[in-house]
């Protein structure tokens, strides 16, 4: 099959797969054994114990490659592992730049583990990839990317900053949690390092914990597969399952997740509650524009602040809500509304989570694929009634 050429939802459902050799299975078999039947001491079937490498691990593996458009991908037991094996790339010394606007759990681990071992972080705003070029120095060895950020949804310009980066022989690294390859494709515009939460969309139904690394470079593939085997954290048979399940709805899903956040992020734009809205569709969104141009559509993540800007006005919406779930995680088919300075930001210290945006009355959402009007009615009558108490 001449992938190179085919559209992404072929790709999402036959990227890198193929029916099964043994039986025919058209999908992939759950592959649940620890180890395999060696031929000889010297010879074995490609497979030797789990932890390297399970064939439905591989057949994920494939098909995340063929949908980023790159030559290999290794897949992790959540999207933290897939980032503490970036890390493991780097030693003492060592200096990072990350985006000051970053999933609070990639800022825990960057401060509370890997400082600890000699690694320095520095924290810039992308929005100007001047800001990143200041930075650089001759121990930089990695940039770390979001885009659209979590929760800002602030977009960075990711062939910027890759230039930028390859003018020093810097590695970029780019979080594609929040975009999914469907809307955005890191490595075309010049990243070495595609990470995923494949918790979130990719799996897409809220039933697994699984992350990946995807990446263009053998060398580097060769490394990040040597760290997966040595450190072992790796997903089982049934969870690479349920996320290749998952891939293949993924065009589909984000469509229609797209089309709801849109929908949502006009009217929190006109409710009197409301003091701002974060959503790149939005013409008054900073990085509209940008956007438009390195992504095919806007993504189903946006975030709002209420114009009392309080954790009790926050609160008041966030325990009134029906439709939408009080819960952490994004990225499946329900709607899901979470507090980012309590919750999935609570890591970062509180003037540096404000400096970034994230106040007490900011508010995320993960917009599902459920009726567009169903979750603005939700959205409506808690947002009235704490306008209204």
């Known amino acids: 099959m001449a992938e190179k050429h085919l559209n992404f939802g072929t790709l ?50 494939k098909n995340i490659a063929a949908i980023e458009g790159v030559s290999h991908a290794a897949c992790f037991g959540s999207g933290m592992a897939a980032t503490d094996a ?18 609070g759990g990639t800022y825990r681990i960057f401060k509370t583990v890997y400082e600890r071992y000699g690694v320095v972080f520095r924290f810039v705003s992308m929005h100007d990839v001047k800001n990143v070029r200041d930075k650089i120095n001759d121990k930089t060895k990695l940039i770390w990317i979001e885009t659209p950020t979590n929760p800002m949804t602030n977009i960075i310009d990711i062939a910027a900053v890759s230039k930028a980066a390859t003018a020093h022989n810097v590695l970029t690294v780019v979080d594609n949690t929040f975009a999914t390859p ?21 799996g897409g139904h809220s039933d697994v914990v699984s992350g990946a690394l995807a990446c263009d470079d053998d060398s580097l593939a060769v490394e990040i597969k040597r760290i997966q085997n040595t450190t072992g954290a790796v997903p089982g048979p049934m969870d690479c399952f349920l996320t290749l399940r998952g891939i293949k709805t993924l065009h589909v899903r984000m469509e229609r997740h797209c089309e709801n956040a849109g929908e949502i992020a006009q009217f929190l734009q006109q409710h009197p509650g409301v003091e701002s809205v974060h959503w790149p569709g939005l013409n008054t969104h900073p990085g ?9 559509n806007f993504g189903g993540m946006l ?3 209420l114009k009392e800007d309080t954790l009790e006005a926050a609160k008041e919406v966030l325990n009134r809500t029906k439709v939408f779930t009080l819960a952490e995680s ?30 007490d009355s900011l508010i995320r959402l993960s917009v599902g694929i459920e009726d567009a009007q169903d979750l603005i009615a939700d959205l409506k009558q808690a947002l009235d009634a704490s306008v209204n108490k």
């Open 12 to 61: 999402a459902i036959h990227g890198g797969l193929s029916p099964d050799k043994t039986t025919g299975a058209v999908m992939t078999p759950v592959y649940q054994t620890s180890t395999f039947a060696r031929e000889s001491v010297d010879e074995h079937k490609g497979y030797a114990y789990s932890r390297t490498q399970n064939p439905t691990r591989e057949a994920l593996e």
């Open 330 to 359: 994004l990225g499946g088919v329900e709607s899901l509304i979470g507090h980012p300075a309590t919750m999935t930001h609570a890591a970062i210290p509180k003037n540096e989570r404000e400096k970034a945006g994230i106040t």
């Open 288 to 296: 509209h524009h940008l956007a438009k141009k390195q992504m095919r």
């Open 303 to 305: 975030s709002f602040s």
């Open 86 to 103: 970036v890390l493991r790339l780097l030693s003492p010394g060592d200096e990072v730049i990350a985006t000051n606007d970053l999933y």
């Open 182 to 202: 469907y809307l955005q494709r890191p490595a075309e515009l010049g990243a070495d390092i595609i990470m995923h939460s494949a918790t979130k969309y990719l």
